[in-house]
């Protein structure tokens, strides 16, 4: 059984950090590209940033490009998103993919 489980999400002041993760299990996470999408409240679900297999080449959404980092650890099966000078517009639920595969997500909230 393919699982995807977020973590990291939480509330922080504009202009904080915050580190997610996304746990893969159940599938071969190194012969996957993944992503970050996320959907604000009211809103549909918004990519927000991708990285091909092998980790070389990441791709993000104009708005938070230079603000977030997209990594991951194929050793760990593990996906990262590095967000800095948070946003209250970044308030969402941010879930990890991978293909047809997607996590719960975690929440995260950008307010004062």
């Given at each position: 059984e393919v699982q995807l489980v977020e973590s990291g999400g939480g509330l922080v002041q504009p202009g904080g950090s915050l580190r997610l993760s996304c746990a893969a299990?159940?599938?071969a996470f190194n012969k996957y590209g993944m992503s970050w999408v996320r959907q604000a409240p009211g809103k549909g679900l918004e990519w927000v940033s991708d990285i091909y297999?092998?980790?070389?080449?990441t791709t993000y959404t104009p708005s938070?490009?230079?603000r977030f980092t997209i990594s991951r650890d194929?050793?760990?099966s593990?996906?990262?998103l590095q967000m800095n000078s948070l946003k209250p517009e970044d308030t969402a639920v941010y879930y990890c993919r991978a293909g047809q595969y997607r996590g719960r997500?975690?929440?995260?909230?950008?307010?004062?």
């Open positions: 299990s159940g599938l297999i092998g980790g070389t080449t938070v490009k230079g194929d050793a760990k593990t996906l990262y997500g975690t929440q995260v909230t950008v307010s004062s």
